[in-house]
C-alpha cells in the first residue's frame, strides 16, 4: 500500500488547463490522506470503463475520485449523484466539473433545498444515462450499496442497477475498496481521516452480458424483465464480492439470503493483507 505521490510524468491531457489546477489542488490532502495499491489497474485502461466502490463516509467522494481521475491522466468519471449535491451553492460548481448522472428518487431532508427538486426530469432512466455516457466513451463511477454505510464490518446488498449497466453496456468494471476503518478492533467508520484505497483488476461479464442482451428476442416482456433482473443481479454481487475483498468488509450474496440464510463462508486475504469473510458466490 503506497503513499499516492503529488505529481505525476507528463501532463493531465484529458483536462482544461484550470481544471487541471484545480486538481492538482485537491491532491496535496490526497496525498496525505489517502494510501493506494492497484493504480496500474487505471493507467492501463485506454477505453470505458465502470468503477464500482464501497461507500462509509462523505470526504472519500471528494478525495477518491480525485485520485483516480488524476491517474487516469485527467480522464473524468461521472458519477451517478443525488440531485441535492447539484443544487448546493459552490458544491455544485465541483461535482459539475466532473459531468455527473443526477438521479432524483431521494427527497432531500432540508425544505430549502427540497423546493428546489426539479419538478420534470429527464425520461431516461440512470441505466440508459450511464450506458450513453459509456458508448461516448467516459468513465462512470457508481457506489452499489446506494448510500453511505458506517458498518465497519459488513458491506450493503447491493442495487441491481451496477449490474444491469454493465451487462447491457458490455463494458468492464473495475472494483475499488475503500477502508477507513479505525483502530485496530475496527469499532467504528472514521467521520475523516486516512483512507486505504485498493483497486481492483477489471472485471468483465461477457457470457452475462451476451445472455443478458439475448432475452428479448425469445421471451415475453415482462418475462424478459424478470430474467435480465435476475442475471444483473447475479452480476452485482459478483461485484460487490469483489469490492468485499479489497475494502476488507464482508459480503453475502442474493443467493446466499435468499437461501438458507447461513451462507457457506471462506476465509480470504485482501490486498492489503487483512483477513476477510465473504459469502461464496460465482466468479
Not at 470505458?48 to 487516469?72: D, K
Not at 458519477?79 to 441535492?84: C, L, N, S
Not at 458544491?91 to 459539475?96: K, Q, V
Amino acid at each position: 500500500m503506497n503513499k499516492v505521490p503529488t505529481s505525476l510524468p507528463g501532463r493531465l491531457p484529458f483536462l482544461k488547463p484550470f481544471e487541471a489546477f484545480v486538481l492538482r489542488i485537491f491532491m496535496i490532502p490526497v496525498s496525505f490522506l489517502v494510501r493506494a495499491s492497484g493504480l496500474e489497474h487505471i493507467r492501463e485502461r485506454n477505453g470505458p470503463v465502470i468503477f464500482a466502490f464501497n461507500h462509509n463516509n462523505s470526504i472519500e467522494t471528494l478525495l477518491v475520485p480525485a485520485c483516480l481521475v488524476y491517474h487516469g491522466g485527467g480522464k473524468k468519471i461521472s458519477f451517478i449523484v443525488d440531485w441535492m449535491f447539484g443544487k448546493i451553492p459552490l458544491l455544485d460548481r465541483l461535482f459539475n466539473v466532473m459531468e455527473p448522472i443526477y438521479v432524483y428518487h431521494k427527497r432531500s431532508p432540508l425544505a430549502v433545498l427540497e423546493s428546489r427538486r426539479p419538478k420534470t426530469v429527464r425520461k431516461d432512466d440512470a441505466v440508459s444515462l450511464c450506458c450513453q455516457k459509456l458508448k461516448e466513451g467516459r468513465h462512470i463511477g457508481i457506489f452499489p450499496e446506494g448510500k453511505r454505510n458506517r458498518d465497519p464490518e459488513k458491506l450493503l446488498r447491493a442495487k441491481p442497477g451496477i449490474g444491469h449497466i454493465s451487462l447491457r453496456s458490455g463494458m468492464p468494471v473495475i472494483p475499488v475498496g475503500i477502508n477507513c476503518v479505525s483502530g485496530k478492533k475496527k469499532k467504528k467508520v472514521r467521520t475523516f481521516g486516512r483512507i486505504r484505497l485498493a483497486v481492483g483488476k477489471p472485471l468483465q461479464f461477457d457470457a452475462l452480458s451476451e445472455a443478458y442482451r439475448r432475452i428479448g428476442t425469445y421471451t415475453s416482456t415482462m418475462k424478459a424483465e424478470r430474467e435480465r433482473h435476475k442475471l444483473a443481479r447475479e452480476a452485482a454481487d459478483r461485484i460487490m464480492t469483489a469490492i468485499a475483498s479489497l475494502s476488507g468488509k464482508e459480503y453475502v450474496c442474493s443467493s446466499a439470503r435468499a437461501g438458507m440464510g447461513n451462507a457457506s463462508q471462506e476465509t480470504v486475504r485482501n490486498n492489503n493483507h487483512h483477513t476477510i469473510k465473504e459469502a461464496t458466490c460465482p466468479v
